[in-house]
């Protein structure tokens, strides 16, 4: 599976009671390509910044479901976060890792044992109540039924989904500033 049909579903299964917290680079140019009606927040840098915000915006925004779309090598930058998921259980909160063992955007490096990191299994041991792999060999179930079930579940939730190695294309993000971008998605999460 590519990032872009990662992205498409998720896409198709979110609803209005959704935001959507992007974490940087590869998943973001991904996500902006889509052009998603979800409200939508981009964080930017540092690496592993996204699990904290999206932890922030669950735990003040409890009406709505949280959803964090964040890269493998984002993830691993602050894999501590998922600690304070843990012991704040936010119910409304759920995670999608495109996991395909590398550091994507910064030249396509491989994450240090990237073969054998199973954030899944990281992810469980650390206390999230719900956690499923995809798009391995091993997946019980298909990419579609995962989001399905991580959307169903009760929160903390993560979801890692296994995606073929591809070069990241930097989207052309045009004259919009990050200011813009933040008050295009304050403007949005006002109706939701």
Known sequence: MKRSELAGEVSRRLGAEHIVICGMG??????????????TYYSADPMGLSPGLALG???SRP??????????GDLVMN???????????????RMVVFHNHRYETGGGQAIPAGDRLRLD???????????????ADDAALSPGEAIDALLAARGPAMLVVDLEAE??????????????????????????
């Open 167 to 192: 070069t990241a294309e930097y989207a052309d993000l045009g004259d919009i500033s990050g200011a813009e971008d933040r008050t295009e998605f304050q403007r949005q999460i006002r109706s939701v």
């Open 63 to 72: 009406r709505n479901d949280i959803v964090l779309l964040v890269g493998d």
């Open 121 to 135: 299994e990281v992810a469980a041991a650390m206390g999230i109540g719900w956690t499923a792999r995809t798009g």
């Open 26 to 39: 590869a998943t973001t140019f991904t996500w902006r390509a889509l052009n998603s009606p979800t409200p």
């Open 79 to 93: 894999l501590s976060a998922l600690l304070a998921w843990a012991q704040a259980a936010p119910e409304n909160l």
């Open 57 to 59: 915006f669950a735990v």
